[in-house]
Structure formats: structure tokens, C-alpha cells
């Protein structure tokens, strides 16, 4: 992956406890200590208790020390099994720009 200056991280947590159990508001704000983090929109899945997230990071390598960090140690101290992916954000910016996504705005 070239170094990008927008960064997408996908994060799932395969978890058997509604998102309302979760323990989005003592992770929030941790995570406003994250280095690199510029925004998070939580996910819940759909009749699955997944919980998750849609990460944006300035740079490849604060969305990896965030994935193999804390990420990581939530999902061994919870038990849950996680899947991460990363994604380039300048790549894509004319196509996303041209579907008004608000992360392409500026």
C-alpha cells in the first residue's frame, strides 16, 4: 500500500451483546487520545450483535498501531474474535466526491 493521506480502517467485533450493552461510552473517550484519529462512525450489525466501526486516519501507520494495539487488546479482553481491514482513501477521491460523501467535502 503507497502511503496515503486518508485512511479508512474497517474494525468488527463478533460480539453476543447488543450495541446498547456496549461499551461505546467508556471507549470513546480513550479513543480521543488515539494518535492519527480523525473520526469514528460506529457500527451495530443488523440481528448479528457485531459492533463496530468506520475509521478515518491521517497516515498507514497510526490506523496499524491503532489496529495492533488497542483494537486488539479490547477484542482479547473480550473475547471476540476481530477482523480489520485497511483502505486507501486518495484512490478513491474523485468517485467518492462524486457521491457526496462527506468525507470528501473540502
Known sequence: MSNP??????AEFQVS???TEAVW???NPAMHTVKGLISKTWLS???THSVG???????V??????????????AKGSN???TVKLFDGD????????????????
Open 5 to 10: 493521506s486518508r485512511v479508512y480502517l474497517y
Open 17 to 19: 451483546a447488543p450495541f
Open 25 to 27: 461510552g467508556e471507549a
Open 45 to 47: 450489525g443488523i440481528h
Open 53 to 59: 466501526g468506520f475509521y478515518h486516519f491521517d497516515s
Open 61 to 74: 501507520e497510526n490506523a496499524r498501531a491503532y489496529a495492533e494495539g488497542m483494537l486488539s487488546d479490547f
Open 80 to 82: 471476540a474474535s476481530l
Open 91 to 106: 484512490v478513491v477521491a474523485e468517485a467518492s466526491r462524486g457521491m457526496n460523501s462527506p468525507y470528501y467535502a473540502d
